[in-house]
């Protein structure tokens, strides 16, 4: 046997071929060794940003309505409850009520800035008029300014047109100033070649139809990007509707309702069921997602090329 | 034309409203029988001189059964005074952040609003607070506890009603290992503890807490009239307490909680045996103990050989009328109901909160509570928290190095603590 083996390895072809094996197993061996590396590396960071998230998910389930943070895990056992009693409401907490509240601004909002977008897109991208470039110019200043710094002058203009504390008003707040993101739908736009407007001018076509039948088709992908976008302000903004909505719990959005589940005195009872709430609102937004995940990657990278 | 009907509709709307006004006031006459015919009493006055639909705002706490339990007076409210017409909304807003919301925008405010006596001063200062100069259905300042009306007194004035007189720090503590004697010396309990494996648990790094040990000491910090706190921490026994805070947790058995979560949990999970804390987690570890639950003042501790009473602040939640409401009258009238004998003996019921009243503290369905009995008792041993604003900080950074050792001059923190906490 062992005479065999030796002629054979003494071959000059097979010897060739073992060193060309042996070498091309040390390659893959640090390949392997390279991508276990990397893999264990993406598994530690996957563990480390979903580990907050599960935590919620499994406190959600608890048994034990306050908190408990030695144990990751429900330590009285699970229980679904949290979920029905969240919709079973109170004086106190109205999470069905808060969830519509929510879901109508955002909604409504949602249409309207991205209606606004879109208009301020074109009107920037295909149009040219005089003062476009220092108009331009200037929404690129104003969008340099933090949000939050308008905030009380923002209240008092609504409280005195009598907009505090209603829904209309956290709408109006929302989408009023909406247009000012346009930069990324513009980008998108101007990829969009000049000719295709011209052709159809030529055909006599208005702007409108322009915008409509050209470029509102092509730039579908961005405008979903710029649904989602939209929807995403209202549904979990707390600053603005804190200050805004007032003080009767009928008229909070989620992120006030589930703040004032932790306060001191909710926080014994309510612990599980805030995390149970935490789990709901993300359901609106996944479905929303997943219905326009296809558009949204190509939406979201398309525009960045020209800006 | 059009400004014809205006003024035309204008005129008839006035005239309603006054014909309403005398209509109520007759009514009200009929049903007071002769009697109310020239008194000056203020509330029927006040009947008389209502006309058309009395809009108020309260705010009462974020917790379920203070809401209805407020919802509940007001319709009762309604009730008792149905020859006005009212038009009353409820809104949330917890008693601990109320200052902030009120004076982010007065007027757009609430009429009655409750909210933590520590905020008080500021309140006043800032024109949101109404002086409670006279009583429409009872004596504010005969009908409380001293210390109640106190905390409702700036300057002299009395400015709000007070609601409860809970607000306070105590001692939890489970029967299973800790005799009632045995939680009078922290000493004791230490051993008790010990032997038992467990601890003691003690927010040193909130300074609310951390002001029992050296309030205990006969030490001073307040805010003075000129707006900025006083603090001899660092002087007298200052250097012992801080002493006694490092030996006590330095021997391990005492040991720092963060916050009411880590408290609670440290119950649940049985390392704790004793914690210090206040009435809003007192069903949360009743239900934790069960029967062995137990509630009592403050222990004594030991610094630089002495033996010292802890003191605690002890605070109320007041219920205010804003100066800003159209009708500052019927919201009075409306804090005093919600703040009477009978709307704290309810309250006690319905949410458990500590009446500030004299009478319903008295009630013997108060006194069986352990909560009540035990805050009575540390009462005696707690000052109002009439604190600044630098206060927090320096002093819970304190609390949070002496409780992990990390001080090697005790002096010198001290002395830079203080110079926080009375910075102008």
Redesign the interface.
Known sequence: MSETNENKTSKPGKMQVNVIQTRSVGVRRKRMIGAVLKNLLLAILSIIWLAPIFWLLVSAFNKDPGINYAHFFPSKGWTIANFFNLFKSNSAVMYLRWFFNTLIIAAFTCVISTIFVLMVSYAFACCRFEGRAGLMRLTMVINMFPGVLSMIAVYFIMKSIGLTESHIGMIVVYSAGSGLGYLIVKGYMDTIPASLREAAKLEGASEFDVFMQIIFPLCRPIVVYQIIASFLIPWGDFVFAKLMLGHDVKNYTIAIGLYGMLSKENLPRYFSQFCAGGILISIPISILFVIMQKYYVEGVTSGSTKG | MKKRVIALLMAMTMCTAALAGCDSGKNNGGSEGGASGTTADPLQSLIDATSGTVKL?V?A????E???HT?ELIDAFKAQYSSVNFDI??????E?TAKD?VL??IT?A?DVYSFADDQITELVNAGALQAVSIGYTYDVKAANAAGAVDAATVNGQLYAYPMTADNTYYLFYDKSVFSEDDVKSLDTMVTKAKAAGKKIGFEFGNAWYLYGWFAGAGLDAYLTDSGANTCNWNTGAGPDVAKAIMDYCAEGTVANITD???A???V??G?YAAVVNGI??S??LQEEWGANFGAAKLPEFTAGGQTYQMNSYFSCKLVGVNPHSENVGWAMVLAEYLTNEDAQKSRFEKVGWGPSNSNAAASPEVQASADIAAISEQTKFAQPQRIGGNFWDPAATLGKNLSEGTVSDIQGMLDEAVAGITAP
Request: aromatic share 6%; glycine share 8%; hydrophobic share 30%.
């Open positions: 705002t705010w706490s974020d917790v379920t203070a809401q209805d919802q909304t409820l809104g949330a807003e917890s601990s919301t982010t925008d757009a609430a009411d979560g880590s609670v949990t440290g649940k999970e390392t809003w987690n069903s949360a």
